[in-house]
């Protein structure tokens, strides 16, 4: 199971709080790549919910990532 940004963030959208069925269902009837819905299907299910997708990938960027913070320089 790999992710990337890009793929990840076809699951912005998704219901979250969401099953691991319910991200698969999403993922489908939203046309994101198979390569999402194949990440999905790894993940191993013991009828979690999941809250967001930091959740399921754990590195995902969040907005504090991408802002320039002054007092950090």
Known sequence: MYWTL????????APWPATKEELIDFAMRSGAPMEVIENLHEIEDEGEIYESIEDIWPDYPSKDDFFFNEEEY
């Open 6 to 13: 890009e793929l990840a963030s076809k699951l912005e959208d």
